[in-house]
């Protein structure tokens, strides 16, 4: 019996992109190669893979590999599902826009996919799902107040992060707003979103620390079935301090899963 290969096309050689596309060169995943990388930078000989457009990795191509932000999701993922490719989304927060969801969930031949990413405990919020809603979800997750910086804050608040000497809470909403806020830095709060089935549901703090030399997320949820509580706090990227060191490992992990890798848990 002959088992197929995954064709994977990944989109972005960045921090997780260099992590996951290394991986796979050294057939690291079984069942699954890497036959291009897409970027908007001439990347030369530093990917181990041929650089094509997106419509060329899409022609090449059993599943895309999403590794470059919200904008590829929003821009491209109805487009890959549509032409009957598979969509692997590791920047979730794009989706918090519910019509984007909901087109991406409904379109098809591809199936789209989502990496869990810097947090735990997902699995199981979906499970509790099928007994009845959650009374509550909160997450809070703590940074160092350089990676919080966006571009819409005002003086008064960069002042009052780059001065901080203990933490300092930056947004308080719902995981439908903080990720719009924040693009690189709270899929996390969308990911809970999509494990309880309802941004509005999950109440997010987001909490600047000049000492947190973790990233740290907590999820703590509740209902009528029961209470759970998951802490999880990583070492950030050396070279993109706003994501957590494990996220390509976690995309690598839903690789294996996708690729047909024994042993999994599901």
Not at 40 to 68: K, M, S, W, Y
Not at 89 to 118: C, E, H, I, M, Q
């Amino acid at each position: 019996m002959t088992t197929r290969t995954l064709k994977v096309g990944l989109v972005g050689w960045g921090a997780i992109g260099r992590v996951v596309g290394t991986a796979l060169d050294r057939h690291d995943i079984p069942g699954a190669e890497l036959t291009c990388v897409v970027d908007n930078r001439p990347l030369g000989e530093a990917a181990p893979a041929p650089q094509h457009t997106f419509e060329e990795a899409l022609e090449r191509c059993d599943l895309i590999v999403e590794a470059a932000g919200q904008g590829v999701v929003r821009e491209w993922g109805e487009r890959v599902l549509t032409c009957g490719t598979d969509l692997l989304v590791a920047s979730t927060g794009a989706l918090t826009d519910d019509d984007l969801a909901k087109r991406l969930l409904a379109a098809g031949p591809g199936r789209v996919y989502f990496t869990g990413g810097a947090v735990g405990g997902l699995d199981l919020l979906q499970a509790v799902r099928a007994l009845g809603p959650l009374d509550t979800v909160h997450l809070t997750t703590t940074k160092l107040p350089s990676t919080l910086e966006q571009p819409w804050m005002d003086l008064e608040l960069l002042a009052r992060l780059r001065s901080a000497t203990g933490p300092v809470e930056v947004m308080a909403g719902t995981a439908r707003d903080v990720p719009v806020k924040f693009p690189k830095s709270t899929n996390v709060a969308a990911s809970v979103a999509l494990a309880v089935g309802d941004p509005d549901a999950v109440r997010v703090r987001v909490v600047a620390d000049p000492a947190a030399e973790l990233t740290r997320h907590v999820v703590e949820a509740s209902g009528a079935h029961g209470a759970y509580r998951f802490e999880v706090a990583h070492r950030p990227d050396p070279g993109n301090p706003a994501t957590s060191q494990v996220v390509p490992y976690a995309v690598l992990r839903s690789l294996a899963a996708l690729a047909g890798r024994t042993g999994q848990i599901l």
